[in-house]
């Protein structure tokens, strides 16, 4: 009987082996160069799960003739990492010790810091990977001594090959189940749902053969793999990257896109992040060009938040293409923005005294007893007087009460 899971026994061992990544690892890939050379230097591999991180460190240990010792930065200790550098002096090391530090982003500072001399001298080969943006969660002193390598989502179109000689080893494992048809339109389904992780379409297909008696079906593969494909977090570096993606295309008034990343957010798990960013581009971007659309987003959200998914989608949805279709201004955060930086350079500390609550008979004019509800006076700090925070958008919300305005201070000039 095979306990061994079909991914493990399709893992590549040699670079010509892996799917994807041929920037990386193809004929002219920088790390085949690399170790074609003879000489690997310090690495961090960033990228979604079963992109082939782990693979390719046990495949680059092989050809430099080094040892290799793993470590998973969610279980292991500082202990652990004394351990390993203990162990990178021994009469056995040979061409030097690689470290593989899996999910690095889960060291603590003092945890990566106790790498720094070792990697800098070369006692140890660093090899860490992660999920998450290394420049977000790895620290400056470790990124600086190393290369940092991007591996990207499989795609489907990758999968379906390896998938195919998979489908071969399936049949020799499991002989008594007879000769199960697999067909390439399911196989392209299977990558299809993967989400561009190699080992979630092993996986998947194996568990799908198991399932199936004469052929493999779409009916089967749905019941097996719920849910929609890709790499979700609440708190990650793929959950900035989708809201990112989500604002920058409502910014950009392309709807499109922005009900693509919306679905994307929602059908993940994370209606709460799509409806903190979705209230926050109503005020950011659609801003005075359209002032009620910070009302019609509320009421949305709020929609939104008491239905859940997945009838949720409905109002964000609408919210999201009204946003994405309505005209733009950001000139209300350009105004704060340019405010902040005159308060960050120490100005307007000494407030009117006709303006303070503790002042209140020192020559406030009340403007709702004037002609349109107006009267000149002064209103920012006297090392402030002249500066202009808010410079009006170009659309006609905001041009039609700068128009209205200039009209009635010119009365008081």
Not at 78 to 93: E, H, K, M, Y
């Amino acid at each position: 009987m095979n306990n061994r899971p079909l991914a493990d026994i399709m893992r590549p061992t040699d670079f010509s082996q892996m799917t994807g990544q041929r920037h990386l690892f193809g004929e002219t890939g920088v790390i085949t160069r690399m170790c074609s050379g003879g000489r690997v230097t310090n690495m961090i591999f960033f990228g979604p799960p079963g992109t082939g991180k782990t693979t390719a460190a046990g495949i680059i240990a092989e050809k430099s003739g080094m040892r290799i010792k793993r470590l998973n930065a969610t279980t292991a200790s500082l202990s652990d990492v004394r351990d390993v550098i203990a162990d990178s002096t021994g009469i056995f090391s040979g061409a030097g010790l690689l470290l593989y530090l899996d999910e690095i982003q889960y060291f603590n500072k003092k945890q990566q810091q106790s790498l720094l001399e070792f990697i800098e001298n070369g006692q140890i080969t660093l090899i860490a990977s992660t999920t998450e943006n290394p420049y977000l969660y790895v620290y400056n002193a470790v990124i600086s001594r190393c290369s940092v390598f991007e591996f990207k989502p499989i795609s489907a179109a990758e999968m379906t090959g390896r998938l195919g000689e998979a489908a071969s080893v399936l049949k020799s494992l499991y002989p008594d189940k007879g000769d199960i048809s697999v067909d390439e339109s399911i196989l392209l389904e299977i990558a299809g749902k993967s989400g561009g992780d190699m080992r979630r379409a092993l996986n998947l297909l194996e568990a799908a053969y198991l399932a199936s008696e004469r052929e493999i079906s779409s009916e089967t593969l749905q019941s097996l793999s719920s849910g929609v494909p890709g790499s979700f977090d609440r708190d990650g570096t793929t959950h900035y990257d989708l809201v990112s993606a989500l604002q920058k295309s409502v910014r950009g008034s392309d709807p499109d896109a922005a009900v693509f990343y919306l679905a994307r957010l929602l059908e993940g798990g994370d209606l709460e992040g799509a409806c903190r960013r979705i209230r926050q581009m109503a005020c950011e971007d659609i801003g005075l060009a359209y002032p009620q659309a910070a009302s019609v987003t509320e009421a949305c959200v709020s929609s939104a938040l008491k239905l859940g998914m997945p009838e949720a989608s409905a109002p964000l949805s609408m919210c999201i293409i009204m946003l994405a279709t309505a005209p733009k201004s950001n000139s209300a955060m350009e105004a704060y923005l340019a405010a902040k930086k005159a308060i960050s350079e120490g100005k307007g500390q000494i407030i009117p005294s006709h303006l303070r609550q503790t002042d209140l008979f020192c020559g406030y004019r009340y403007p709702h007893d004037f002609p349109d509800h107006y009267v000149k006076q002064q209103y920012l700090p006297d090392d402030l007087l002249g500066n202009v925070f808010y410079h009006c958008g170009d659309n006609r919300t905001e041009r039609a009460a700068d128009e209205y305005w200039k009209k009635i201070k010119s009365k008081n000039i």
